[in-house]
């Protein structure tokens, strides 16, 4: 059920993006922008589902698989900022606490030695305006589940991703709730996600 909302999101993520005609280029509604990062929020009951994906080089500085001690270095970091919950997203109304969370960053970093040959290179093949380092580009999710009492007067959501990730440049965000759903595009000038 859950999953089936963030994937509507993700769904409408495009879709929404061009019907509000938001502050974003058109090239930026493409799933894969640097400088660009999703959240995806599905609110139902007393559950907050929350899905944020991002380029590797926003949060990491690359996107090829790590391969230098300072590349893996690198991605623990991140890592450990995204399992910062508490710190990155700030709900006001409502008292929320982290059931459980995930941070996949398996585009870049390879847990498995066998798998070493497995390339991910065919994954994103965009048009990019960038000089990237070469044709890579992958993606970093991080899947949050936070259980909520009096979630009905949840006022906003305060995001500090970009505290913390100085690359992150906007945040497309969007939501589903039992009322119905929107999106927002935060930025270093707008960091809070107002559902009243
Ligand atoms: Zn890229």
């Known amino acids: 059920m859950k999953r089936d909302?963030?994937?509507?999101?993700?769904?409408?993520?495009?879709?929404?993006?061009?019907?509000?005609?938001a502050n974003i280029s058109h090239a930026e509604l493409d799933a894969h922008v640097h400088g660009l990062s999703n959240l995806a929020l599905a609110i139902e009951e007393n559950v907050i589902e929350m899905e944020f994906s991002?380029?590797?080089i926003n949060l990491v500085g690359?996107?090829?698989?790590?391969t230098t001690q300072q590349d893996i270095e690198m991605i623990k970091r991140a890592k450990l900022k995204l399992q910062q919950y508490n710190e990155l997203y700030?709900?006001?109304g409502a008292r929320c606490s982290i059931e459980s969370s995930s941070i996949n960053v398996s585009n870049i970093l390879d847990?498995?030695?066998?798998?070493?040959?497995?390339t991910h290179e065919d994954k994103h093949h965009h048009e990019h305006s960038h000089n990237d380092e070469s044709d890579t580009h992958s993606e970093v999710i991080a899947n949050y589940r936070f259980s909520c009492k009096n979630l009905t007067t949840l006022k906003?959501?305060?995001v500090s991703l970009f505290e913390y990730f100085s690359s992150i440049d906007k945040v497309n965000a969007?939501?589903?709730?039992?009322e119905g759903q929107g999106s927002v595009i935060?930025?270093?000038g707008k960091h809070t996600i107002d559902f009243r």
Do not use: C, Y
């Not at 769904?11 to 061009?18: E, K, Q, R, S």
């Open 174 to 178: 969007m939501w589903v709730t039992d």
């Open 62 to 66: 690359f996107e090829h698989q790590a």
């Open 54 to 56: 991002s380029p590797a």
């Open 186 to 188: 935060l930025d270093k």
């Open 90 to 92: 700030t709900f006001i």
């Open 156 to 158: 906003s959501i305060k």
């Open 5 to 21: 909302s963030l994937n509507l999101i993700r769904f409408n993520l495009v879709f929404m993006g061009a019907l509000l005609q």
């Open 111 to 118: 847990d498995n030695p066998k798998n070493s040959n497995k």
